[in-house]
């Protein structure tokens, strides 16, 4: 018999300091202000999980120095204008539920942060077999099988009696003995994603590893290429599928800018369009990550194995101009004589920083003109739209804004027509994004491709991605009557920053799925107890049902945001995190790594760099534990679509928490006893 649950008691408030592209969470505690080192932009601030009776103004200015009001049982947002770039504290006053924000004089020496594990009301896991009541699930007679155990046991007056693996964190996963793979149809409402980085995943081809001139910095390479590449994820591809893996979303593998700008608010590094969201020639795929023969291999030898491949849709903006991408392209804006003879193999002198090279750029030189043009792009420069303050007409970090609403023909800029290898070629009254839906759907019309995820929805109008969504099924079509094949329509989703678990009117825009931005907080209180999750749970269950066209997409890290295991450094949360994401309805997304704790990595003063750290290939005993338990996770949501996309429903134990899954004839109980 399982013993009385643990007194209640409450997590810490949390603080989410966001922009327009990245949120980290940190808690709030009374004991000592939280000091971040934040840059000059707009921030803003949320404020969760303070308990008792408050309530906040409806419209709050933020100054300096005052106690700010805070909400009781719902978030506060505040806006954080940040004009000079340094250390602020943000002090929480429990007593009077306030916060207070200052500018800090000296510079804050805390650079790890690690979250007290919640402290919730929580079943205590007993040393006896339990006995569950499973209700009207199965009919007496049914043999079950546990997924993490193997044992098998027989509903009998509804009941069965087990214990939990001591290995699963208290949890089991009851399924019919003959339960097997592909029994029931597929359904993207449960398809377990796993998102790899292309560059930091897996190195099988060192001879593109500094394509284009790229260099090496020769210090903590935070911001540099390090040489994974397509051959390198198809190598891989047994072990992603062992994950229970239904989607493999690759970061986007386009032809990036060539050379580096500054990273960091002090130019520390070189930082370099690794991650893939720098686009210079939609139509090509970056050398360092291989060719089109190496995507063709990685398509196939996935579509051999049942996974669909994604790639990464980036509409609404380009890369920066480079010091290399000047030189290769011939524009006449740089004054050479401060630079070595290959402008790529610029670096800072002794008194210099990485951002130190634009002394050497004319920014208002009438010759921007031969750069994308002013009828592609808005951005600072010279005969240029200026960015404006809308989500469509601002520039994200600054990045040239595609005029995807202008309606009036352009012509590809001659450098890009030009590039060697470039499938890009003038076309008849084709608007700007036009050329960008064309050059999109033409990978899903060569290769194959599933579907898109899509980047910064929010800041390209509705039209853009109706009609992407269009070409784009249009070209899978297309291609699989040429190949002779079949499969699921297109699939796009959507990344909304800040987005929940909710029908929004995105979803009419072409969207399948919107990003969760909500799960990875919730994690922590379900790491810490799993049947924390019952409510979230519940929620997400029947706005599924309600809403059948739309599906949120959860995940516990991103390269963002933050890696779960970072804010605990706790390899039994991580794997309490991996059941808690693992079992929720929809879909989820597996950011690489997750599944073996990858740590983060060096980042200077850009937190986010160090989430994107190289993958883990050699595994110590904690990580090979780690990695078994989730792979019999994801094995086991993949065997049950019921998972995420059935009804939820609470069966009533006196000390367990216990759950079915219905989708048809898919059933499942899923078991919590306790920590």
């Excluded at 190195?203 to 001139?213: H, P």
């Excluded at 032809?255 to 686009?279: D, L, R």
Aim: hydrophobic residues 35%; negative net charge; charged residues 25%.
């Amino acid at each position: 018999m399982l013993l009385a649950t643990s007194t209640s008691a409450f997590a810490a408030p949390s603080l989410s300091v966001s922009t327009t592209t990245t949120s980290r969470d940190f808690p709030l505690t009374t004991s000592e202000p939280l000091v971040l080192p934040l840059t000059k932009q707009l921030y803003q601030l949320k404020i969760s999980d303070v308990e008792g009776e408050c309530e906040a103004p409806a419209e709050q200015k933020v100054k300096f120095r005052r106690p700010l009001q805070l909400n009781c049982g719902k978030e506060t947002l505040l806006d954080l204008n940040v004009r000079f770039a340094g250390d602020y504290s943000f002090s929480y006053d429990e007593e009077n539920k306030t916060i207070a924000i200052a500018r800090e004089a000296k510079k804050s020496k805390q650079t790890v942060f690690k979250r007290p594990i919640p402290n919730v009301q929580c079943e205590q896991l007993s040393t006896e077999p339990a006995t569950l009541d499973l209700a009207d699930t199965y009919p007496d007679g049914t043999e079950l099988k546990e997924a993490f155990s193997g044992q098998v046991v027989t509903v009998e007056n509804g009941k069965v009696t087990l214990s939990p693996a001591q290995t699963s964190g208290g949890l089991v996963l009851l399924e019919p003995i003959e339960s097997q793979p592909n029994a029931f149809p597929f359904s993207y409402s449960n398809a377990n994603i796993y998102f790899v980085m292309v560059d930091r995943f897996n190195n099988a081809d060192s001879s593109n590893d500094q394509s284009y001139g790229r260099q090496k910095d020769g210090k903590q390479e935070v911001g540099t290429f390090h040489g994974g590449d397509l051959k390198g994820v198809t190598a891989k591809l047994d072990y992603i599928k062992s994950l229970g893996t239904d989607v493999i979303w690759l970061s986007p593998i386009v032809e990036q800018v060539h050379g580096f700008v500054g990273g960091g608010e002090k130019g520390s590094f070189p930082f370099y369009a690794y991650h893939g969201y720098w686009t210079r020639d939609f139509t090509k795929i970056d050398e360092n990550f291989g060719n089109d023969n190496d995507l063709e291999i990685l398509v196939n030898e996935a579509h051999k194995r049942g996974i669909k491949v994604f790639l990464d849709a980036v509409i609404n903006h380009s890369g920066y101009s480079t010091l290399a991408d000047l030189q290769f392209d011939n524009i006449d804006v740089v004054n050479p004589q401060s630079l070595p003879s290959k402008w790529a193999q610029w670096s800072p002198n002794g008194s210099e920083n990485w951002h130190s090279y634009h002394q050497a750029i004319n920014y208002q030189s009438d010759n921007w003109e031969n750069w994308w043009g002013p009828d592609w792009v808005r951005t600072g420069l010279p005969g240029y739209s200026k960015p404006g303050s809308s989500d469509i007409t601002m520039t994200l970090a600054g990045l040239p804004d595609f005029l995807t609403e202008a309606d009036q023909p352009v012509t590809p800029p001659q450098w890009l027509l030009d590039n060697p290898g470039t499938r890009v070629t003038k076309r008849d009254n084709f608007t700007v994004s036009d050329y960008l839906i064309s050059w999109q759907s033409d990978w899903v019309k060569r290769f194959g491709i599933d579907g898109f995820r899509v980047d910064t929805v929010k800041h390209v109008e509705g039209d853009v991605w109706r009609r992407l969504k269009a070409s784009a099924s249009q070209s899978l079509e297309q291609w699989r009557r040429e190949n002779g094949k079949q499969g699921e329509p297109f699939w796009m989703m959507g990344e909304v920053w800040g987005h929940s678990a909710y029908r929004s009117p995105y979803v009419d825009d072409g969207f399948d799925a919107l990003i969760n931005f909500d799960m990875q907080k919730k994690l922590d209180k379900g790491a810490a107890c799993f049947s924390q999750m019952q409510d979230t749970y519940q929620n997400y269950a029947d706005s599924m049902q309600e809403t059948p066209d739309f599906t949120p997409v959860s995940y516990m890290s991103s390269h963002d945001t933050e890696l779960f295991f970072d804010r605990f450094k706790s390899f039994e949360m991580q794997r309490n995190a991996a059941n808690a994401l693992m079992l929720s309805p929809g879909a989820v997304q597996v950011y690489y790594g997750d599944e073996i704790a990858r740590e983060l990595g060096p980042y200077a003063d850009d937190f986010h760099q160090g989430t994107r750290s190289d993958m883990l290939w050699k595994l110590d005993t904690e990580r090979k534990a780690l990695l078994e338990h989730w792979q019999t996770l994801g094995q086991f949501r993949q065997r049950h679509p019921a998972i995420g996309d059935g009804q939820h429903k609470l069966i009533p134990n006196e000390s367990a928490y216990v759950f079915s899954r219905t989708l048809g004839n898919d059933k499942v109980v899923v078991g919590y006893l306790g920590k």
